[in-house]
Structures are given as C-alpha cells and as structure tokens.
C-alpha cells in the first residue's frame, strides 16, 4: 500500500492562479479531509468528506473547493490563489469509526 | 465551539530528562483524543490516541498519556526523553458525529539538547 500520496509536493503560483492540489488514498478509506498547516497555528480542517459524492466544509473552507467522486481520490481546488493561502497542505483520511488518521507528505504552496 | 489547547509553544529538555507537554481540549462530550509527531519537513505520525476505557495510554516511542475529564486534559509523558524525540508535537480533539471532524492545537516545539 503507498498510503496517502499527494501531488505537487511544492507549487508556486501567482495571485490569481488557480491549480488543484491531487490527493490519492488506497486503504479504501471512507473519510478524506484537507487541511492546512501554518506556523503558530496548528493543523486547521478546510473540508472533508465522508464517501464519495458527500462533502462538507471544515474550520477554513473560503477559497477552496472539493469533490469525491471516488473512494480514493479528493482533490482541493483554488480557483483563484491569493498569497494568503501560501501554506502546507495536508491530506488525510481513516475509516468511519473513528480510529487511525494517515497523513499524506504534505503540499507546500506559494503565492506570490 | 470545540477547541484544543497547547499553552507551551516551545519545550527545552536535556536528553534523558522526563518530559510533559500540555494539552487541554474544550468539548461538551466525551472527546476523542490524540497526540501526533511531526518532523521537520515530514507528515504526521500518530502517536497515541484515547477514545474510552482506561485514562492512561501507552503509545509507541515510549510515549504515554493521561486523560483527565475533570480537568480537561491529555498531557503526553515520556520519562527519558532521547534525541530523536525533537519534533513538533500536536494534541488533536475528534469532534461531532463520529469524530468526523478534528481540531489540532498549535503545536509544541520540543528541542533536546545532548
């Protein structure tokens, strides 16, 4: 199993770009969430989604998108970059119950 | 609102001395508990986790933990603490319909020094 696997692992953008970061599970996990780590402030929930077709927003949703058409993947879209989203990018998914949660390597972003 | 604290942002410790980071959560039911390990540059390791039964939990490393409700608490132990212990430790709270949602804290930078 490869785990969690994300894709870029560095991406630089301009205001205004938009990219999708990808994120890819095999553990056929039902729940994926993104998150993103800044300095002083910890791991906040931007969304996540329970199985596919059925997502909701977590702490910072503003700015990004995503959807869940299969088990295994949940992409993060920017459809506008701003500078204020530079950070790392997290993915991570687990079972249901709640139980271990796996984390991908991380995405690092910058917007100039 | 659920809410996860850590109030010591940064830790010195000598290598082989006991070690406490502090974590305190905010929830109005029976949290869901967890202490992660992140390297620099790296993802996150879980480390250990509470979900019921018992309030002191072994993880690995040789790390512990010890949930008390009354105090709203989940401080991380480990007695001897080695080197390759320096990392960024965060305390996260599992919250509403089976934990679906996660809330870290800021993090505890632990620096070990010889």
């Known amino acids: 199993n490869a785990g969690v696997t994300q894709t870029p692992k560095f991406q630089v953008l301009k205001t205004g770009q938009s990219m999708t970061l990808q994120c890819a599970q095999d553990?056929?996990?039902?729940?994926m969430s993104w998150y993103r780590q800044d300095p002083g402030m910890g791991l906040r929930l931007i969304h996540y989604?329970?199985?596919?077709?059925?997502?909701d927003q977590g702490e910072v949703p503003n700015g990004y998108n995503v959807s869940r058409s299969t088990t295994e993947d949940f992409p993060l879209r920017l459809l506008s970059a701003a500078p204020s989203q530079t950070s790392v990018y997290f993915c991570?998914?687990?079972?249901?119950?709640?139980?271990?949660?796996?984390f991908g390597p991380g995405t690092r972003l910058l917007v100039l | 609102a659920q809410s996860v604290t850590q109030p010591d942002i940064h830790i010195t410790v000598s290598e082989g001395a006991s070690l406490e980071l502090r974590c305190n959560y905010s929830?109005?039911?029976?949290?869901?508990l967890f202490w992660y390990v992140q390297s620099p540059g790296q993802g996150l390791q879980l480390l250990l986790k509470?979900?019921?039964?018992?309030?002191l939990v072994q993880g690995i490393k040789g790390f512990e933990a010890e949930f008390k409700r009354s105090q709203s608490s989940f401080n991380l132990r480990k007695p001897s603490v080695h080197w390759s212990d320096a990392a960024e430790y965060f305390c996260?709270?599992?919250?509403?319909?089976?934990?679906?949602?996660?809330?870290f804290g800021t993090g505890t930078s632990l620096t070990v020094i010889p």
């Open positions: 991570a998914s687990r079972g249901l119950a709640v139980e271990t949660q796996y």
């Open positions: 553990m056929n996990h039902e729940y």
């Open positions: 989604s329970v199985g596919a077709g059925i997502t």
């Open positions: 929830y109005g039911a029976t949290p869901y």
């Open positions: 509470y979900f019921s039964g018992d309030t």
């Open positions: 996260a709270v599992g919250a509403g319909s089976a934990g679906n949602q996660f809330y």
